[in-house]
């Protein structure tokens, strides 16, 4: 079972910074897309970044310029660089990958972390 864990959320003010990151478990064969999924309160989950395995990137409309994704793929880690945040950036943010589980080649599923908070208020 693959399992993601993320980390660097927080409470931060308008116009902070920060860094999300999350690692994948070594029971993986290979990862193709790993990205960045958030979720406000009422609101439906919504893609914000995703990277490819060879590192080409997508951003949702509302946060290209501002954030940077990035994979480091020896260490299935997938991180999230967030700059010049707003307050309409709260929300959880989740980690997602497609990957094949386990030693072999096989068919590729889609995993979730559980989720970081991410808080940007004055």
């Known amino acids: 079972q693959v399992q993601l864990v993320e980390s660097g959320g927080g409470l931060v003010q308008p116009g902070g910074s920060l860094r999300l990151s999350c690692a994948a478990s070594e029971s993986i064969f290979s990862i193709y897309v790993m990205g960045w999924y958030r979720q406000a309160p009422g609101k439906q989950r919504e893609v914000v970044a995703t990277?490819?395995?060879?590192?080409?990137?997508n951003y949702a409309v509302a946060v290209k310029g501002r954030f940077t994704i990035s994979r480091d793929k020896f260490k299935n880690t997938v991180y999230l660089e967030m700059n010049s945040l707003k307050p309409e950036d709260t929300a959880v943010y989740y980690c997602?990958?497609?990957?094949?589980?386990?030693?072999?080649?096989?068919?590729?599923?889609?995993?979730w972390g559980q989720g970081t908070q991410v808080t940007v208020s004055s």
């Open positions: 997602n990958a497609d990957a094949i589980p386990g030693g072999i080649p096989g068919p590729s599923y889609a995993y």
């Open positions: 990277i490819s395995s060879v590192g080409v990137t």
